[in-house]
Structure formats: structure tokens, C-alpha cells
């Protein structure tokens, strides 16, 4: 039996600048985090010849081809699986919509243990490439590339995104007291509205939006000087003006709920925040100086709390017999 676990991912600045229809022409950067919330991918060899797969639904199979779960199936067909085995996954939160980047982290996870459960051990710069390759190459998901390597790799990184197609991701070294003060500023509150990134990312054009991608390249670059010099008040601005220009990318990031609730957010003291991935619904993340958290989920009490901590590790294999 073979376990991973693979840490989601709250995305702070720099989104759709990792489309590759904008980075290949302009290059893109991200930061992001991963955090100690988990989806994990239990595989085990079956005595028979079938494929068993446990999610929010049960499939039994004989065939690769007719699983329905389409991460799963291309999984399989990447690795060379073709039967005797069953995948059962586990997570902390809904994955459903969530903005946290499930799907990828899904992905991921499914394919770390996959190839352990195969002999070998890959990189995580292999798995993020073999989850972009089935994601966007072979199921035509409307998506960018960063939650891929996100997950795979893990931590408080910014994500180059070159016109050659490369990507890095570097660290952004901060003391522990820093990172601390600025997970302590940190808040996420569940909107209660699931939503399919594909559908907000389908609504979205990238040539008719270029100035304003360059505008979330720069919050990006600022966001990260604002963390180097240790001014956390900064970085909260920037992400309050970060959302106001994605709300102008398409009418599907945001609604009157999701406004209201954030405009509930800034009365009660936040200096910033917005949801997490490509909006729509899922997560809402708010920043705020550390006295007025408690003001903060006192006025938005009717939404539900996901406490989370910093994650510094991306996929890996927890348990191998």
C-alpha cells in the first residue's frame, strides 16, 4: 500500500499570468503558497485484474477506457496501468470548487504514488509536467500551470514563467517571525458557493486583457519586495488592489455575495484579501493587522473558518509497505 499526500495551495498575486496563450508571449510570475491542508491518494494492487476507485462516488472497472473520473483515466494511460489495482482519495476540505487547487493537486498526488507504486521515484518538476500534460494537453482544461507546480514542490515560492515555456520557482526568504506575522494576518472563509475554474477561465480572453495581466505582473514583483522589506501592511494593500483589477477580467470572478461579504470584511478592519484561484466562489482569503481578527470573524461569523498554517514540503510519499 502506497500513500501520498500533497498539500492545496492558496495563490496570492500574479494569477492568469500563467496561461501559457500570456506568459509564452509576455512571460508570467506567481506567488503562492502551499498550506497543511491535504489530499491524499491511497493506492494498494488488487488480487483480481479490476480497477477499484474511491471518491465522492465508487467505480469498479475492467478497462482503463471506461473509468470515468478523467484525472484517473489519464493517470492510468500516462503510467501504463492497466488494471489489478484500486486508488482511494481522501481530503481535509470539499474539493468541489473549492479555489484551492484540488484538481491539480489531485493530479499530483495520483501521480506521485502512482510511480512509486511502479518502482521509481520522479522529480517534482516531472510530476508537475506530467499533470500540465494531462490537464491542459489531453483534456483541453482552460487552466494555467501554476497550481501543478505548486503542489508538486511546495512552500512560499514565486514561479517564473519564461517565453521559452521554462519555469522556476524560487523561494522568498523571510525570517520565521515574518512568516509568522504574515500567516497570523491571514484568513480564509468559505463563501459557500462552488464553482468550476474552467467555467470562470472559459469566460476569459487574454488578448483583449494584456495591460491589465502586465498589472498583475507587477503586483507580483511589488508583492514580493513589499515581503522582503518586511512590510506586511503592503502586501495587504496590494492584494486589495490586486482584486479589484481581477474583478475586471471577467464578470465571473465576483457577485454582489462575494462583494458584500468582502466589503463586511474591510468595515470590520481588513486591508486587503481576495478569493482564491480563479474566483467565482470557493475561498475567500482576507489579510488584516493581527488586533482586528477577532472583529473580523465576529462580522463575518455566518461563513465557516478553514484555520490553516504554511506548508513548506509539496507531494510526497508518507507510507510505503
Given at each position: 500500500?502506497?500513500?501520498?499526500?500533497?498539500?492545496?495551495?492558496?495563490?496570492?498575486?500574479?494569477?492568469?499570468?500563467?496561461?501559457r496563450?500570456?506568459f509564452?508571449?509576455?512571460?508570467g510570475?506567481v506567488?503562492?503558497?502551499?498550506?497543511d491542508?491535504?489530499i491524499?491518494c491511497?493506492v494498494?494492487?488488487?488480487?483480481?485484474?479490476?480497477?477499484?476507485?474511491?471518491?465522492s462516488?465508487?467505480?469498479?472497472?475492467?478497462?482503463?477506457d471506461?473509468i470515468?473520473?478523467?484525472?484517473?483515466?489519464?493517470?492510468?494511460r500516462?503510467?501504463g496501468?492497466t488494471?489489478?489495482?484500486?486508488?482511494?482519495?481522501?481530503?481535509?476540505?470539499?474539493?468541489?470548487g473549492?479555489?484551492?487547487?484540488?484538481?491539480?493537486?489531485?493530479?499530483?498526488?495520483?501521480?506521485?504514488?502512482?510511480?512509486?507504486?511502479?518502482?521509481?521515484?520522479?522529480?517534482?518538476?516531472v510530476?508537475a509536467q506530467?499533470?500540465i500534460?494531462?490537464?491542459?494537453?489531453?483534456?483541453?482544461k482552460p487552466?494555467g500551470?501554476?497550481?501543478q507546480?505548486?503542489v508538486a514542490m511546495?512552500?512560499?515560492?514565486?514561479?517564473?514563467?519564461?517565453?521559452?515555456?521554462?519555469v522556476?520557482?524560487?523561494g522568498?526568504?523571510?525570517?520565521?517571525?515574518?512568516?509568522?506575522?504574515?500567516?497570523?494576518?491571514?484568513?480564509?472563509?468559505?463563501?459557500?458557493?462552488?464553482r468550476?475554474?474552467d467555467?470562470?477561465?472559459?469566460?476569459f480572453n487574454?488578448?483583449?486583457?494584456?495591460?491589465?495581466?502586465?498589472?498583475?505582473k507587477?503586483?507580483?514583483?511589488?508583492?514580493?519586495?513589499?515581503?522582503?522589506?518586511e512590510?506586511?501592511?503592503k502586501?495587504?494593500?496590494?492584494?486589495?488592489t490586486?482584486?479589484?483589477?481581477?474583478k475586471q477580467?471577467?464578470?465571473?470572478?465576483?457577485?454582489?455575495?462575494?462583494?458584500?461579504m468582502?466589503?463586511?470584511?474591510l468595515?470590520?478592519?481588513?486591508?486587503?484579501?481576495?478569493?482564491?484561484?480563479?474566483?467565482g466562489?470557493?475561498?475567500?482569503l482576507?489579510?488584516?493587522?493581527?488586533?482586528?481578527?477577532a472583529?473580523?470573524?465576529?462580522?463575518?461569523?455566518?461563513?465557516?473558518?478553514?484555520?490553516?498554517?504554511?506548508?513548506?514540503?509539496?507531494?510526497?510519499?508518507?507510507?510505503?509497505?
Open positions: 500500500m502506497i500513500i501520498s499526500q500533497t498539500p492545496l495551495r492558496v495563490s496570492f498575486l500574479g494569477g492568469n499570468t500563467d496561461l496563450n500570456y509564452l508571449n509576455y512571460g510570475l506567488l503562492s503558497t502551499t498550506i491542508k491535504y491524499y491511497i494498494k494492487k488488487r488480487f483480481d485484474n479490476l480497477i477499484y476507485i474511491n471518491y462516488i465508487k467505480e469498479v472497472v475492467k478497462n482503463v471506461d470515468k473520473h478523467e484525472l484517473v483515466r489519464e493517470a492510468l500516462l503510467t496501468i488494471g489489478g489495482i484500486e486508488i482511494t482519495f481522501l481530503s481535509d476540505i470539499p474539493t468541489e473549492s479555489g484551492l487547487g484540488s484538481s491539480s493537486t489531485v493530479t499530483v498526488g495520483l501521480l506521485n504514488a502512482l510511480h512509486t507504486y511502479l518502482g521509481s521515484t520522479v522529480s517534482s518538476d510530476l506530467e499533470a500534460k494531462i490537464e491542459l494537453d489531453i483534456l483541453k487552466i500551470i501554476q497550481d507546480y505548486a511546495g512552500g512560499l515560492k514565486a514561479y517564473d514563467f519564461l517565453q521559452s515555456g521554462a522556476t520557482g524560487n522568498i526568504v523571510i525570517s520565521e517571525s515574518v512568516k509568522e506575522d504574515f500567516n497570523n494576518s491571514l484568513m480564509l472563509l468559505y463563501t459557500g458557493i462552488t468550476s475554474a467555467d470562470v477561465l472559459s469566460s487574454v488578448e483583449n486583457n494584456i495591460p491589465l495581466l502586465g498589472q498583475n507587477q503586483f507580483t514583483i511589488d508583492g514580493i519586495d513589499a515581503l522582503l522589506r512590510d506586511l501592511r502586501f495587504g494593500l496590494l492584494l486589495h490586486y482584486w479589484q483589477v481581477k477580467l471577467s464578470d465571473k470572478v465576483s457577485n454582489l455575495e462575494i462583494d458584500a468582502y466589503s463586511q470584511a468595515r470590520a478592519g481588513a486591508i486587503g484579501g481576495k478569493v482564491i484561484g480563479a474566483g466562489g470557493g475561498f475567500l482576507i489579510m488584516f493587522p493581527a488586533n482586528k481578527r472583529k473580523i470573524r465576529e462580522a463575518l461569523k455566518e461563513y465557516r473558518e478553514l484555520p490553516f498554517r504554511f506548508s513548506e514540503l509539496g507531494s510526497r510519499i508518507i507510507f510505503n509497505v
